[in-house]
């Protein structure tokens, strides 16, 4: 399928070298609503969740200290950046290294938290996107291979084959199991019962941007 | 089986990297009833191996024409009209690297280690995106590593505390141990005495 | 002289098939052992063992493309595994601390009986900085890198302090600082390509020394509380 009939007519693009991003109406409205969520989110302050304990009356507040803030903070804005950045790109191994940059800075962000059973939940998460890179790299280099090119410009204009159609598919596992949005959603309840939310909100938005962005690229590569 | 109970086994964190990897490991069974086959259209090819060194090349593998700041080299990228100077890279050799080259028959094989050459053009000019992102990737995984061993697993315990406490250990050990020896030396003493008497 | 063939030459394309099977065979096997696995470390060995299948799939279209599709490729592996690792480590001493308090975590000193250890360290450890100067780029940082490795395994005193450890990794992000500025000179001002070229090589070598350094520190904290 071209891309204007999926994303609207082209606006214009960002030529480095061979990557191209380039930008329609549906490309830009996520990139600029992505922006304007991390900037909300780096500007706002953690919550502190109070908790009741067992046995006794007394209440246990749950907050989060002003260094691990602040590294939370650094690691989210990039998070925001970085699937700003996935939005508008144009080229496919591009995209998937966008992929694997939102998929690290996730367990980042999760990873400061010093509950058990959170680390564990995060370790069991970092191991699903260490077997990503098997798909997204090499969904990637199948389509490379049945293309000979990466560029989504490029590949818009060729008749699918059942090869670039698998390519694409397992290219979708791959982001599916990086930002493991719904169908790990088990794992993600366990991560998300910690203090310290707004900055887990963005392990959220950027699973949802890019899950739409990548029906898109599928979409493009398979019809 | 209801599928509540099927829910409450998949909020199991340990289960889901396990069923993931069931799943991606019968999907990559597909692969072997999709016909596959390379495009041979593909940017940047090569030649075929040992071509380039029975030809005599001194960059073997990687001999892609051009000379060092005079001609570019052959470079068949995706989009040649957004890179302005490409094949320069693709043909710049440094003069250390060229004194090595005049000597070794064998420079080419270690063309990543040298500034200039074909893969140095892709990683830092065409495709240059991705290599910033690649860093970004090992910059913030360095991050996370040692912000986790920073805060927690090297500060575990207080260490001018610990030092202090093992001191004081040590102090009542060497103490103790110099009691024990002072007393033995007594009895010896006491015992040579009576012997002597 | 034809440097550059028109397409890919047969013996690619007649490969392609058996090096992506190859592939496809590995990832398998390894998925299906990960999907068995009970305890977490193999897990995590395991997962190296995919990624292996990956840069099979990825080698196997056998271009200059997918070769420098490679690097990329196996650093995010990398990235990922130390990341992951130290998260695991801290979830064990944090399970380990939340059952018995008084749990010691002192880990083991470091026995290791080399005779280069103790008489040409430092020696050692500047030929291989100065042969990775020589290299630079990604391979240089790598050999440079184990020359501070060595350097600091050969160290018997306790680890650095913090400030150390931030300034080594400031280091670092002034390697990728000036990798940035030498990608933007690329496509602002083409015609400084040559300087382009010298930045972003001692850049990465910069920032993959200093990086492999910092390894070295992490490891004698982590380890050497001997």
């Known amino acids: 399928m071209s891309l204007a009939s999926l994303g609207g007519n082209l606006l214009g693009i960002v030529p480095l070298g061979d990557i191209v991003f380039y930008l329609n109406p549906l490309h830009l409205f996520l990139f600029v609503a992505i922006l304007i969520f991390t900037f909300l989110i780096a500007i706002s302050h953690t919550e502190t969740q109070v908790e009741a304990e067992f046995g006794t009356l007394g209440d246990k507040k749950q907050s989060v200290g002003l260094k691990e803030f602040k590294a939370r903070r650094f690691l989210s804005v990039i998070c925001g950046i970085a699937t700003a950045g996935a939005m508008i790109t144009g080229d496919l191994y591009n995209f998937t290294l966008f992929m694997s940059l939102v998929g690290i800075l996730n367990i980042g962000i999760i990873s400061s938290v010093k509950q058990i ?24 280099a199948i389509v490379l291979g049945a293309c000979g090119t990466v560029s989504l410009l490029a590949i818009q204009s060729m008749k699918p084959t059942a090869m670039m159609i698998f390519g694409a598919i397992m290219l979708f596992i791959g982001v599916c199991g990086e930002s493991g949005i719904a169908p790990f959603f088990a794992s ?23 899950i739409i962005r990548a029906i898109e690229i599928v979409l493009i590569i398979c019809t | 089986m209801r599928i509540g109970d099927i829910w409450n086994k998949l909020a199991t964190p340990k289960r889901i ?60 990228s995706a989009y040649p009209q957004y890179a302005p100077k490409l094949g320069w890279i693709n043909s710049y050799v440094s003069p250390l690297s060229r004194f090595v080259m005049s000597l070794s028959p064998y420079f080419g094989t270690s063309i990543y280690s040298s500034p200039g050459g074909l893969i140095d053009e892709i990683l830092y000019y065409t495709r240059g995106f991705d290599t910033v992102l690649e ?40 103490d103790l141990i110099a009691s024990e020896v002072e007393q033995n030396n007594i009895k010896a003493h006491r015992k040579q005495n009576r012997r002597d008497n | 002289m034809i440097y550059v063939p028109s397409t890919v030459p047969h013996i690619f394309s007649a490969m392609y098939i058996p090096a992506i099977y190859t592939g496809l065979i590995i990832g398998f096997f390894s998925l299906i052992a990960i999907s068995m696995q009970k305890r977490d470390i193999h897990v995590l060995v395991l997962t190296d ?68 250890l103790t008489t040409a360290p430092n020696f050692l450890s500047l030929l291989l900085i100065a042969y990775g100067v020589f290299l630079t780029g990604f391979t240089g940082g790598a050999i440079a890198g184990g020359g501070i490795l060595l350097y600091i ?28 500025i030498a990608f933007w000179i690329f496509f602002v001002a083409p015609q400084y390509w040559l300087l382009c070229l010298f930045l972003a090589a001692c850049g990465l070598l910069l920032k993959v020394a200093t990086k492999m350094g910092l390894i070295g520190v992490l490891m004698r904290e982590e380890y050497g509380k001997d």
Not at chain 2, 22 to 34: E, Y
């Open chain 1, 188 to 210: 993600k309840a366990e991560m998300f019962r910690t203090p310290g939310s707004p900055f887990l909100l963005i392990v959220h938005l950027s699973s949802l941007f890019i």
């Open chain 1, 117 to 140: 059973g959170v680390l564990d939940s995060v370790f069991q998460y970092g191991l699903i996107a260490m077997m990503c890179s098997l798909p997204l790299f090499g969904g990637a």
């Open chain 3, 49 to 116: 063992v995919v990624g292996f299948a990956m840069l099979i799939v990825v080698a196997g279209v056998g271009t200059d493309l997918a070769e420098s599709f490679i690097l990329p490729g196996l650093v995010v592996e990398l990235a990922e595994v130390l990341a992951i690792s130290e998260i695991l480590i801290s979830r064990e001493m944090r399970k380990i601390s939340a059952d018995n308090p008084s749990a010691s975590f002192n880990p083991m000193p470091m026995k290791y009986d080399m005779e280069i």
């Open chain 3, 153 to 180: 395994l050969s160290r018997k005193a306790r680890g650095l302090p913090v400030f150390v450890i931030n300034g080594v990794s400031g280091v670092s992000g002034i390697g990728w600082c000036m990798w940035i």
């Open chain 2, 135 to 174: 860093s970004s990737i090992l910059m913030m995984a360095f991050i996370i590593a040692s912000w986790l061993s920073v805060n927690y697993t090297m500060n575990r315990r207080n260490d001018s505390e610990n030092i202090k406490k093992d001191v004081k250990i040590a102090i009542s050990n060497s």
């Open chain 2, 17 to 76: 990297p396990r069923l993931f990897a069931l799943i991606l490991g019968i999907f990559l069974i597909i692969g072997f009833m999709v016909p596959m086959g390379l495009n041979v259209d593909q940017l940047y090819p090569r030649e075929a191996p040992q071509v380039q060194v029975e030809q005599g090349l001194a960059m073997a593998p990687y001999a892609r024409g051009g000379e060092p700041l005079v001609s570019p080299g052959i470079t068949k």
